[in-house]
């Protein structure tokens, strides 16, 4: 997938349905990316290098793209792929998984069943056993990689409004969050809402 030459949101939708892998010394998980968000560099207001920070823990939005950026909220892991040349610290965070290989030892990890395994950001990332220490890594070179042949497409992607950006006047507000519809490990989705998850994929 080409990290550099295409713009964020254009990443961001198609790294849906991508395969995503964390290879550990005994267990392989793996799951297909059901949510992801922008995150559109200096200028956005919601964007850890707003207005050009650029301190020690936000250096890996600075790599080229294709780095993990990852970071610490609320104790949990979140992770983003930087999406553009270096020093445009621009990335797509990835919010949710739909599990595939591993599911046991995820619900095992997180203490958790259903789709309250990995409907989250900081969710996912427990329950693959991610560690702090990706943060800086590139893609593929190391434990966690993305598969873009054997992946899904979506039926159908929504955008919608980030989640948990209050008083970023029109960033708040901006279609930078994209789902595919109806997939039921979809952060906050509401019951009502959910698809038998085969329908939320092109056959």
Known sequence: MDFINRSTIEIAKELLGVRLIYETEHVTYSGYIVETEAYL????????SFNGKHTPRVSSLYKAGGTI????????????????????PEGVLIRAIEPEMGLSKMSENRGKTGFEVTNGPGKWTIAMQIPRTIDGTHLNEGLLKIDTRHRKYPQIIQESPRIGIPNKGAWTEAPLRFTVKGNP???????????????????
């Open 69 to 88: 950026y990852g970071h610490m909220m609320h104790r949990y892991l979140l992770i983003n792929f930087v999406t553009q040349k270096e020093g445009v």
């Open 185 to 203: 490990y979809v952060s906050h989705m509401r019951v009502k809402d959910r698809l038998p998850i085969e329908d939320t994929w092109k056959s």
């Open 41 to 48: 560099g200096v200028k956005d207001e919601a964007a850890h």
